[in-house]
């Protein structure tokens, strides 16, 4: 042991404290750790005065680090947890920094009090993590929402210009019968009165022909019943022949009709 440096036990753990103390201060302005490194330098300079053989002297000095790595670790451990990812930006360092400290330190204390921070630091990040996943289902959810929504108000709506069609048509026919003039609508039932009167004298032509029809056939016999026997069988000869024309004219006729 003799010859050894009385910095021995803190040699690779000296960064650390100017990385914990950084990552203290970023968590909020009030943690100013001014007086803990002046009264950390005194401590590490008596330390250096140690006569190299004088082994108890510098023991008791390097407790006394420990106990100010404690006291930092358990404020880092302190800080809250909205807080972390400041603390963690402060350095890229910093976790590398205090994993040393919980597996290679010979405090135990300080293995320990390491040991809680990396712990803290983990269950930080996975609450951030699933606060994160949490907002993002729910911005999600409401993307898959607003299609159904919005498909559900353009039915609403096609339903309801569907039931507004009648009334518009209706009220369309309503606005153009109020437009029309007196005139217009003498014109209109003129029109109307003419094609009545048409359509009443083609049938009374056609009832008129069906007369004639079925009552000439009936004037002739009767007529060659009254006449004398010779003179019967002279006109019924003609009548042969005047029936067939009239036959003729009238399916002529009703051809043509």
Same mark, same amino acid.
């Given at each position: 042991?003799?010859? *050894? @440096? ?26 100013? !750790?001014?007086?803990? !490194? ?57 976790? &590398? ?21 990396? !712990? ?34 353009? @039915? ?5 210009? &569907? ?8 009220? @369309?026919?309503?606005?153009? &019968? ?15 009165? &003419?094609?009545?009167?048409?359509? *009443? ?20 016999? *009767? ?24 036959? !003729?004219?009238?399916?002529? @006729?009703?051809?043509?009709?």
């Amino acid at each position: 042991m003799a010859g *050894q @440096s009385p910095l021995r036990r803190w040699k690779p753990f000296f960064a650390s404290f100017g990385l914990v103390d950084a990552a203290i201060e970023a968590a909020g302005p009030a943690l100013r !750790r001014d007086e803990i !490194r002046g009264a950390r330098g005194e401590v590490v300079e008596l330390l250096c005065g140690v006569p190299a053989g004088d082994a108890g002297k510098a023991e008791e000095l390097c407790v006394a680090l420990d106990g100010f790595m404690a006291e930092s670790l358990l404020t880092l451990l302190a800080v809250p947890a909205e807080a972390v990812p400041s603390v963690l930006a402060s350095s890229a360092d910093l976790p &590398k920094a205090v994993g040393a400290l919980r597996i290679h330190h010979q405090s135990a204390r300080v293995r320990g009090l390491a040991r809680d921070v990396t !712990r803290g630091w983990t269950a930080a990040v996975e609450g951030d993590v699933a606060r994160a996943k949490e907002r993002f289902d729910a911005v999600r959810g409401v993307n898959k929402a607003a299609p159904k929504l919005d498909a559900k108000r353009g @039915s609403a709506e096609v339903e309801e210009k &569907k039931m507004e069609a009648p009334e518009a048509s209706r009220r @369309s026919s309503l606005d153009v &019968k109020k437009r029309e003039s007196p005139e217009e609508k003498e014109r209109m039932e003129a029109t109307k009165r &003419k094609l009545r009167e048409g359509y *009443q004298e083609a049938e009374d032509a056609k009832r008129q022909r069906k007369i004639q029809v079925i009552t000439a056939p009936k004037m002739v016999e *009767q007529r060659r019943r009254e006449m004398h026997p010779i003179l019967r069988d002279r006109s019924r000869a003609r009548c042969g022949t005047s029936t067939a024309v009239v036959r !003729r004219s009238l399916v002529s @006729s009703f051809n043509r009709v």
